[in-house]
């Protein structure tokens, strides 16, 4: 699927609202749901049957140019295969909107292009595995509405869908309803999902978006995110940290395991699924366990607001924001802190800070993964060749600095954007002084080193410069520790 461009001038955005459907409306947004993963596991089916007979012919050496035609997995040639079959395949096709088939088979196409992208190693990441049928009850039900009926209410607590109708929401849509009089928005899709047992609707929308700019827009602020504080800055921000540069974490996750412990202990003392016998659950098992996803869903949507208070407090305050490129993927392999960090949610931090910058007109830099943040002296410039995790005190053996660890680190991080927009810097020997002399390294390793490490001249690209020099930066000239991230 052809990713959406917006007007110039416009960003896509998207509003999401929690609905109060009637039983009725519940039964037929389940309907158009069903529809839609009915018509994904027909495309699905058709297709690996496809390769599957190929396969097969390939095996009898039967060429290429008789074997069974591929099958396309483009949306328009599934759709027009579809038309030919569903009156076969889904003699029920006219209870629900024609957007829910159509749901089902873009889904269809996007994962066999995924997958083929990814096998052919055209796309980035982790490797995609070949699609597979949903079953029911294990996919989330979803359905997305493009075409028809689909409008805010001016009463601002009802949507209407097409062939669902009226549908009143959980809370005021006035904000997307506002955008929308003022003609600064329009919808250009809506998705329904059921979701830890309620539905919700999400409007994909194309909105032009006015924010004002940061507050002190030649401000330079370090982040640097851990599991004691969610975030430490460099210098303090009213409004999104302490006198001292500290955000507190909340710890969502930690909180509820109390409760989640006996919510999944009282599920499994119900009769539950079981594949192997075909064994169906209980209502008294839907119920328990309806009960341990709401807590579930609770945890998420405390995490996602202090998130979006973070991350908006920074933008608005800041014009320049400076986080470090982590390898959360990494860090979570550390079964002692996979769920504490997973609880802060780093790399949402830094999806939500890469758009609100840009919606204000700030500046977000990444640096490198291996800038020596934490073992960086602030002051001096002296790189220690150690500095254990549990040692949370920086004391620099240079100028005998003490200092928090990871205010350390947040004020070498805005260091590297103030050591470039100064100019010469800090004056002084840019020479920084070393533990143990042994000359320089292009990186601090796992094991430890040490040295004198160089600087290297500032480099430009068009306007911003992308590798720093001064006394406060230090890398090799083989390694970049600065550059401008995006996610």
Request: glycine share 8%; aromatic share 6%.
């Amino acid at each position: 699927m052809r990713k959406f461009q917006p007007r110039p001038g416009f960003v896509v955005q998207a509003y999401k609202y929690a609905l109060d459907p009637t039983p009725r409306q519940q039964r037929d947004l389940a309907r158009h749901c069903g529809a839609a993963r009915k018509a994904y596991n027909w495309a699905v089916t058709r297709i690996n049957a496809n390769w599957a007979q190929r396969k097969a012919e390939q095996s009898y050496g039967i060429p290429d140019d008789q074997a069974t035609e591929w099958v396309k997995w483009s949306l328009p040639a599934l759709r027009k295969a579809w038309n030919q079959v569903k009156s076969e395949v889904a003699p029920w096709w006219r209870e629900c909107s024609k957007e829910a088939y159509n749901t089902g088979l873009a889904n269809a196409s996007a994962a066999f292009t995924n997958y083929t992208a990814s096998k052919n190693g055209t796309r980035a990441g982790r490797r995609v595995g070949r699609p597979h049928r949903k079953r029911k009850g294990n996919a989330a039900p979803s359905c997305r509405f493009a075409t028809g009926a689909i409008r805010v209410e001016p009463d601002r607590h009802h949507v209407t869908l097409p062939r669902l109708g009226l549908i009143k929401t959980h809370e005021s849509t006035r904000k997307l309803g506002r955008r929308i009089e003022q003609d600064t928005a329009r919808i250009l899709s809506a998705t329904v999902r059921l979701e830890a047992g309620r539905w919700s609707v999400s409007f994909h929308c194309e909105v032009r978006r006015t924010d004002p700019a940061p507050t002190r827009p030649r401000a330079v602020v370090g982040v640097d995110l851990g599991i004691n504080h969610l975030a430490v800055l460099s210098e303090p921000v009213p409004g999104v940290s302490d006198q001292d540069g500290f955000v507190a974490n909340p710890q969502h996750l930690t909180g509820a395991q109390c409760a989640l412990r006996r919510a999944s202990r009282r599920v499994s003392r119900r009769c539950g699924p079981d594949r192997r016998t075909g064994q169906k659950p209980s209502n008294r098992w839907r119920k328990a366990n309806r009960e341990r996803n709401k807590i579930h869903r609770r945890v998420v949507n405390l995490r996602r607001d202090g998130l979006h208070k973070l991350t908006t407090g920074l933008a608005i305050a800041t014009g320049t924001v400076v986080i470090e490129d982590l390898n959360v993927a990494g860090m979570l392999r550390n079964r002692c802190l996979a769920r504490a960090i997973a609880d802060a949610g780093f790399g949402e931090i830094r999806r939500q800070l890469t758009y609100k910058t840009t919606w204000r007109g700030g500046d977000l830099r990444v640096a490198d993964r291996w800038f020596p943040s934490s073992k960086t002296c602030s002051a001096c410039g002296t790189v220690k060749p150690k500095l254990p995790l549990r040692v949370r005190v920086f004391h620099c053996d240079g100028c005998d600095l003490v200092l928090d660890r990871d205010v350390n680190a947040a004020r070498n991080l805005a260091s590297l954007v103030v050591a470039c927009t100064a100019g010469t810097g800090v004056a002084g020997d840019l020479t920084p002084r070393s533990v143990n002399g042994r000359g320089a390294d292009r990186k601090t390793p796992p094991g430890g080193a040490g040295g004198s490490e160089t600087s290297t001249p500032t480099t430009f690209d068009g306007d911003r410069p992308l590798v720093t020099a001064g006394p406060q930066v230090m890398h090799s000239p083989k390694f970049t520790h600065f550059a401008t991230g995006t996610c």
